[in-house]
């Protein structure tokens, strides 16, 4: 398995087929959703057959359900395993977070508590998945609104041991960091000052949008709809001085806008990574050669 | 120290009506993108079932479904197929007959959009092969062939309801559509009625003799020329 390059990728919409066929545009990789590719055949596996041929492609899961309480569903981690074998992507992500309970999938990304048994519980799981897939995984930190009762150590000590206990490595996205932290109340940039950078296999970036809850309290949502705010794009910054270039993703899902939007986001980051100084960008080389 | 939530309270309070008294205030974010989630992926899958009821009515009827029939598994291409059954008992829909033949249409296009690839056979590929063989020979349906059969034009129906231009809809006539994607395009065509029974019969698998039978010797070169037009054979054994 080949790493993703230290440079902007973009999620792969089947609406922006038809410009990407057309001239292939310069971009570091392509990322997509794992279950989308389910299907037996037909377009969706033709057009990432294709991509693949060209571009680097990380590969994101929305629904092992790692953090269920449940184990990983065979089933589907044979399918995954299946479309792996099949696609060879150069990386697999998912969430911390839980999707399925008895039999329902929610099609959300849900929270847990932080405590010892949920690590233990998580890294079972994530053992297993690596196991069944032959491969180490990325573990993306997710969004939070609910404070849940019942934590006992912080959300960047329980990825550290996490990604210690098992090998895997993590997915940041500093999206997420900034929705959760606005959410819950605390510093984002704190936050990452607390991540083991060194783990993080690849970043995300996205837009979200801005709500009020039920008390009229003002809610950050995930919600990959609109350009990264200047906010993340700061804590992007702070965070490759410090980490070296990575592989960065724009994740656009919702209202989508045309292929040159995306495409212009991805090459803001670029213009990020290449500002960097020598030294981070050395640094960061070294460890994903 | 509270305890954590168990995830069973969690999910039980996700699919819960709409109302007060959530296991945690902010969980209606959660919830919100649950069912919100779920019914954006059914109006994607749906578009014509959205246009004949309205997008209000459609939101709420889609919700009722995710409720009722939340996805077994995370692999959404196969969730939602259900919907068509759903409507037929739901009351508020009764004012659209047609409507869960329309969502019929819609799934069986959703189907063959992910079905297996396969080359479709072309007419000469069968004629090449030696007559003596040819009743006892099995044509095996495209992985992608669906036929949804209805008292009503569905196909037309569907057809007005999607932007594709085509003769006005008779009300009065009763169609089978045929589903199909040889390549990459997803195609609806309408059968002639006199097809119907030799269409389900090759859905199936069925041998050049059970179809002449099925469609009347008469009538079965017109049926082939259909079949082989619309790329509804992957191969013959």
Redesign the interface.
């Known amino acids: 398995m080949t790493a993703l390059p230290c440079r902007a990728g973009i999620g792969f919409k089947h609406a922006h087929w038809p410009a990407i066929a057309a001239d292939w545009p310069d971009i570091g990789f392509f990322e997509v959703h794992a279950e989308n590719y389910m299907g037996a055949g037909g377009p969706p596996r033709r057009m990432l057959a294709a991509l693949a041929e060209r571009y680097p492609v990380s590969l994101h899961g929305v629904g092992l359900s790692i953090g269920g309480e449940a184990r990983p569903d065979r089933d589907h981690l044979a399918r995954l395993r299946a479309l792996i074998d099949w696609l060879r992507p150069a990386r697999f992500s998912e969430h911390l977070a839980w999707s399925t309970h008895e039999g329902i999938y929610f099609n959300d990304l849900l929270p847990l508590p932080y405590d010892a048994a949920t690590l233990e519980r998580v890294a079972r799981h994530v053992d297993e998945v690596q196991e069944a897939l032959g491969l180490a995984i990325l573990i993306e930190n997710p969004s939070r609104y609910l404070d849940l009762p019942g934590s006992t150590m912080e959300e960047t000590d329980f990825l550290a041991e996490l990604a210690r206990r098992t090998g895997c490595g993590l997915l940041l996205d500093i999206n997420n960091v900034h929705v959760s932290a606005c959410n819950l109340g605390y510093s984002a940039a704190g936050y990452l000052d607390r991540f083991p950078l060194g783990q993080v296999g690849e970043i995300h970036l996205a837009g979200h949008a801005v709500q009020l809850d039920a008390e009229g309290s003002r809610v950050l949502i995930d919600a990959h709809d609109r350009p990264v705010d200047a906010a993340v794009w700061e804590l992007y910054r702070r965070t490759v001085r410090r980490s070296g270039p990575l592989p960065t993703l724009i994740e656009w899902d919702n209202d989508l806008p045309g292929l040159d939007v995306l495409l212009a986001e991805a090459a803001a980051v670029e213009s990020i990574l290449a500002q960097l100084p020598r030294a981070a960008r050395a640094g960061s080389e070294a460890a994903h050669a | 120290?509270?305890?954590?939530?168990?995830?069973?309270a969690?999910?039980a309070a996700?699919?819960a009506p709409p109302g007060p008294g959530p296991a945690?205030?902010?969980?209606?974010?959660?919830r919100n993108?649950?069912v919100g989630?779920?019914v954006a992926?059914l109006g994607e899958v749906y578009p014509a079932v959205r246009r004949l009821v309205g997008e209000a009515f459609f939101r709420a009827m889609a919700a009722d479904f995710v409720r009722a029939h939340?996805?077994?598994?995370?692999?959404?291409?196969?969730?939602g197929g259900a919907l068509a059954d759903w409507i037929a008992a739901f009351p508020p829909a009764g004012r659209v007959p047609y409507l869960a033949d329309v969502a019929r249409l819609e799934w069986a296009r959703a189907e063959?959009?992910?079905?297996?690839?396969a080359a479709p056979m072309t007419g000469a590929a069968l004629a090449a092969r030696a007559a003596a063989d040819l009743p006892a020979t099995r044509l095996m349906p495209h992985?992608?062939l669906r036929l949804v059969h209805s008292r009503y034009p569905v196909a037309s129906l569907w057809a007005e309801l999607t932007g594709r231009p085509g003769a006005p809809v008779d009300m009065a006539r009763a169609e089978t559509a045929v589903v199909a994607?040889p390549f990459?395009e997803v195609l609806v065509a309408v059968a002639d009625p006199a097809h119907a029974a030799a269409l389900g019969m090759l859905a199936r698998g069925a041998t050049l003799a059970e179809l002449t039978e099925a469609a009347g010797p008469d009538r079965l070169a017109e049926f082939l020329r259909f079949v082989f037009d619309h790329g509804l054979v992957a191969g013959a054994g």
């Open positions: 120290m509270p305890e954590p939530i168990p995830q069973a969690l999910a996700l699919l945690h205030p902010r969980l209606a974010i959660h993108n649950v989630g779920l992926a939340p996805p077994e598994g995370p692999v959404l291409i196969a969730w063959a959009y992910n079905a297996a690839d992985p992608a994607r990459d």
